[in-house]
């Protein structure tokens, strides 16, 4: 691909440091007395999978793009083009910045004062949670939730990437559709235990939930594979909860046989005292709790977290 069928002041193409999917073109220095500001041009490049037939992959693009058009929230990146040249595909993203990896800001922005830093991070979590509130709220599930589909935009944290998103809800309905692709990525810890191929489901009570639904929970499940989209996203924003606050995440898979220590934390789940949580705020630490229930229908949808945020918040 040619970059002047990309735009007309493009100089090249070059690899940006946020998605290894995301190529940036180098800004333009325009001589004489009317230098124009320096531009950027966002595009992701939508490369087709080894196990995809041609079909599949079409299909998978332009849902990604169909998605990403759609969306208009300062907390959310969206697409404002679909190119294609020799049948390769590349998303126009809405950015004039491409922004910060969120990782890598992190670990440049340093605060001495720890109330500060803690502010901060939580304000962090707040725009993550009006990002997925406004998602959720049109139906759209990311479930692909983790650092490396962040960036920081002017101090604005920015959901990217929904190659893996799906509507859970369709638009005017208020069905709750099902999901069974499974999703792959090297970030174990934000895959909800529901979605693994070798979870089996078992009985977790709160104060919310009677003996017969989580019940009914359980069997409904054990009967299907399928998984509800919007609440495997929920699993993610807790354990960003916890990775924003602690600056790790404790396991590598929510398995009770494959990872000793989200046995420990599943055994402990119901008294709500595992350790590795015993550092983060009591309030934060009790939405930790309600975000990363086991079962996932006892855990708290977007519009309560948001709602409970304020309150801390305020």
């Known amino acids: 691909m040619t970059t002047s069928a990309i735009a007309s002041d493009a100089a090249s193409i070059a690899s940006s440091v946020w998605s290894a999917e995301t190529k940036v073109n180098e800004p333009i220095a325009t001589p004489g007395p009317r230098r124009r500001p320096a531009r950027y041009l966002v595009l992701k490049q939508v490369c087709q999978k080894k196990h995809e037939t041609q079909r599949q992959f079409l ?31 590349f998303i126009v993203m809405g950015l004039r910045d491409p922004g910060t990896p969120l990782m890598n800001w992190l670990r440049t922005t340093v605060i001495d004062d720890a109330a500060q830093q803690r502010q901060l991070h939580l304000t962090l979590f707040v725009q ?11 139906g759209i599930a990311h479930r692909d939730i983790h650092p490396d589909n962040l960036i920081m935009v002017n101090r604005t944290l920015k959901l990217t990437n ?3 998103a799906a509507v859970f809800r369709p638009p005017l309905q208020h069905t709750v559709l099902p999901c ?20 089996q489901p078992r009985m977790y009570f709160s104060g919310n939930e009677t ?10 499940i054990t009967r299907s594979r399928t998984y ?5 996203d929920m699993w993610s924003v807790g354990i960003m909860l916890g990775f924003l606050w602690q600056d790790h995440t404790h396991w590598k898979r929510a398995s009770e046989t494959k990872d000793s220590e ?14 590795g949580f015993a550092t983060i705020p009591r309030a934060l630490r009790t939405l930790v709790y309600d ?13 309560e977290l948001d709602a409970r945020l304020n309150a801390i918040s305020s």
């Open 291 to 303: 975000l990363l229930c086991p079962s996932p229908s006892q855990r708290i949808d977007a519009q």
């Open 128 to 138: 993550l949670v009006a990002a997925i509130g406004y998602i959720h709220a049109t």
């Open 59 to 89: 299909k998978r693009v332009s849902s990604e793009y169909c998605i990403l058009s759609a969306v208009k929230h300062n907390n959310v990146v969206h697409a404002v083009d679909l190119l294609m040249e020799d049948y390769q595909f």
């Open 211 to 220: 003996e017969s639904r989580v019940s009914a929970q359980y069997e409904s």
């Open 262 to 275: 989200y046995a420990i934390f599943a055994r402990q789940f119901g008294r709500r005292n595992y350790h």
């Open 162 to 164: 929904f190659s893996s």
């Open 180 to 199: 069974t692709e499974p999703v792959y990525h090297d970030h174990g810890a934000y895959l909800a235990p529901e979605t693994l191929p070798w979870w």
């Open 228 to 232: 509800d989209a919007a609440a495997m």
